[in-house]
Every structure is written in structure tokens, then in C-alpha cells.
């Protein structure tokens, strides 16, 4: 691949977890609503964006490639992207978006770690470095404050396997994204029946609009996804925890425990250890 064609790839993961990095802010305004009903509205408004989409543009989905393996898979990878994300919103929501940032820089480890382990991506001896100092890093949140990071370490390792059945589809990009979401459109769209409350206007419009709002760093992702290897789609990754920790110390004021302050800092050198090889190995492709 040229380097003007992987810097695209680079810039498109890069704005997808950007996007997710400020989702906290979109989300905060509806701290009063259920999350699973956040999650269903996403998913039925996401489902009939792509049936449109699909109508519009037929060719994009090519059922010659859908087989019972490809469905399944879609399946897998549908279901732990909604349950990472209802994590994350129930984080959003709940004001713990300090848990969010910790699960999403966890990510990242795992992430080059199960490339590693699923497709013999190469490992070096700096990721191995940056690996045990993660795993420090959650021994010292634990020591200090008596817990493990439950809520990160569930959103972490849900997401970290979505990207595993996502680099095991064969598929198009978008007749992935359709299928994930179709799949699960009417599950979604029974729990709106259910409990349709007195939300307003503005709540519904807010939570409507959550489908673009997603649908766009998945395509982006997704597209990523095609053309780079898990082990440099872990070093993006720290973008959106970075914005989510900036949110939650600077705009929302939450409180930072020790637990919490320590394992950061010891994060920050596992985060400069993956990025450093990371950059010499991008030079070499």
C-alpha cells in the first residue's frame, strides 16, 4: 500500500475514535433516560438509516457474499458492540465517564495483545513491556482502592472482541454494518414499544439522532479495519479515552480517586512504550 493510501486509513481511525472521544458530551443531556432505551433507539433509527441507504445505493450489498458464517459472525460482532456501548453509555449517563476513559485505554492493550494471539500479528518486546505495565496498572487501582474496575474491564473486553469476529468477516464493509444492525432492529424496536414513557420532544429528537451520530465512526472504523492491523488500530484507540478523561476532569468535574490517578500515570508510559515501536514499525510497512 502506498504511505498516501495508509495515511487515509490512519486519518479515517483516527476521526472515528475522535468522534467517540466527545460522544460523552452528546450523551450527558440524558441522564434521566433508561439506558437500554438509549441503546434500542440507536440501533432501530441506525437500521432503518442503512435500509435507506440500501434502497438507495443496492449495490453496496452484495448478497452473493452473505453464507451462514458471515451472518453468524455479524451476529457476534453486533452483539458485542451493543453491550460495549450500552456499557459506555450507562457510564456517560451515570457520571462515569472517568470509567469509561479507564476501559479505553485498557483497549488498546488488548487489542494488539488478541492480534497476537488470533492472527500472529507480530508482538515486540516494547508491546510486551507496554502489556505488564497495564496489567500493573490495574494491580495498583485495585490496591488503592480495594476493587476492580469492573465497569472498564467488561466495556474493554467486550469492545477488544468485536474487533476479532470484525477482522474474521469476509464481507463488505457496509453489508457488515447493515447486517449487525438489522439483526437486531426488531429486539430493539419491541424494547421502544415497551416503554415508551413521557420523554420530551428534545429527548427523542436527541436520542434519534444518536444514529447518525454513531453510524459515521463505524463506517470510518470499519473501513480502517480493511487495510491496517489490530496492532496499529490499538495505537488510534488512545484518542478517544485521552478526549473522554480531558471531559470528565475538565467539564464534568468528577472526582479522581488514587486508585484511579496512579493507574493513569503508570498507563501514560504503557501508552509511550506501544506508541514508540508502533512508529518505527509504521516506517518500516
Known sequence: MSKMGTNLYVLLGSLAFGIWGLVPIYFHQLDEVDPILVLSQRVFWSA???????????KLISFNEINAREVGLTFVAGLLMNLSW???????????????SLAFYITPVMVFFTGFIFFKEKITQYQKISLSLMILALAVYVYFD???????????????????????????TFAAIFLEHIIFAPIALIYICLNISDETYVEWLTLMSAAPLQLLPIFLLSIALLKMP????????????????????????????????????????????????????????
Do not use: C, D
Not at 48 to 58: D, E, F, N, Q, Y
Not at 86 to 100: D, P, R, S, W
Open 48 to 58: 432503518i438509516i442503512l435500509i435507506l441507504i440500501a434502497v438507495i445505493k443496492p
Open 86 to 100: 450500552l456499557g459506555f453509555v450507562y457510564a456517560t449517563i451515570t457520571n462515569n465517564i472517568m470509567a469509561a
Open 146 to 172: 480495594k476493587q476492580l474496575p469492573m465497569l472498564s474491564l467488561v466495556i474493554a473486553s467486550l469492545f477488544t472482541f468485536y474487533f476479532v469476529a470484525k477482522k474474521r468477516m469476509n464481507i463488505g
Open 230 to 285: 489490530l496492532t496499529k488500530i490499538s495505537i488510534l484507540q488512545y484518542i478517544e479515552p485521552t478526549l473522554h478523561l480531558a471531559l470528565a476532569v475538565w467539564i464534568y468535574h468528577e472526582s479522581v480517586s488514587n486508585g484511579q490517578k496512579y493507574a493513569f500515570i503508570i498507563i501514560v508510559f504503557s501508552i509511550i512504550f506501544s506508541s514508540l515501536k508502533s512508529k518505527k514499525n509504521y516506517a518500516n510497512n
